[in-house]
């Protein structure tokens, strides 16, 4: 485990893919447990240790995630994120597609998708539509190409609402799936059985202190995000 940054209210880890945030059906050892064992051990405090669990990431996704470490932050927090106040950035490889809207730009380098999506619980997957359908939510994300190869684009992606599989439904959506996501359309997995989707950076004003706080995720330990990411390139 990674932390990135902490303090007397909130502590920010890298996860990595492959960990669950918190507890489910499959028994896993959650992050949420391991963050405890490092506050205990690191603070050798008696007795059981408060966590609150205030977002959560996809599995197979990897980068920062955000705990609460009193009451007090887990209010804030929970409130902060629930009104848009917590500003999460996410990089993506994605596939270079024919259809792929990637390849282009607006003036401001920015595109905005717009989708109607549809979640079916039984396939833990959501539905990208065009027009509004029956028990469907509005998803609304902006990107940018930060850099390309032959076959990938790097993206940085923005989030205005918090849908399930948002970023990896509605990139699919334009054929862009993400790489290694088999769920949304990629033809192949990656060897670690991750997606190549990270929780890159996130912004807010700190619950209790009311500083900014600004944190950013290491890309991951592989040669093609290295390839990719244009301050890698830069220090090379």
């Not at 705990?67 to 887990?74: H, Q």
């Not at 209790?208 to 390839?227: H, M």
């Amino acid at each position: 485990m990674e932390v990135i940054y902490e303090d007397n209210h909130i502590i920010i880890v890298n996860k990595r893919s492959g960990e669950i945030v918190q507890g489910d059906k499959t028994g896993d050892r959650p992050l949420s447990d391991i963050v405890k064992d490092y506050i205990k051990e690191k603070y050798a405090k008696p007795g059981a240790v408060f966590l609150g669990v205030v977002h959560r990431l996809d599995r197979p996704v990897s980068g920062l995630v955000v705990f609460a470490r009193t009451s007090k932050a887990l209010s804030r927090l929970n409130k902060m994120f629930a009104e848009g106040e917590v500003h999460k950035t996410y990089w993506a490889i994605v596939k270079r597609g024919e259809r792929s809207e990637v390849r282009g730009e607006r003036n401001d380098g920015w595109h905005v998708l717009e989708n109607w999506l549809v979640r079916n619980e039984k396939q833990n997957k959501s539905y990208a539509y065009d027009q509004e359908k029956p028990n469907a939510k509005k998803a609304i994300l902006k990107y940018r190409v930060l850099s390309h190869s032959d076959n990938y684009s790097l993206i940085e992606v923005n989030l205005m609402t918090g849908r399930h599989h948002q970023i990896r439904c509605q990139l699919a959506a334009i054929g862009c799936p993400i790489k290694g996501d088999l769920k949304y359309g990629a033809t192949r997995s990656n060897p670690d059985g991750s997606i190549s989707l990270l929780s890159r950076r996130v912004e807010f004003v700190h619950p209790v202190s009311k500083d900014t706080i600004i944190v950013e995720a290491p890309v991951p330990d592989d040669n093609l995000w290295y390839a990719l990411d244009p301050n890698h390139r830069l220090s090379g």
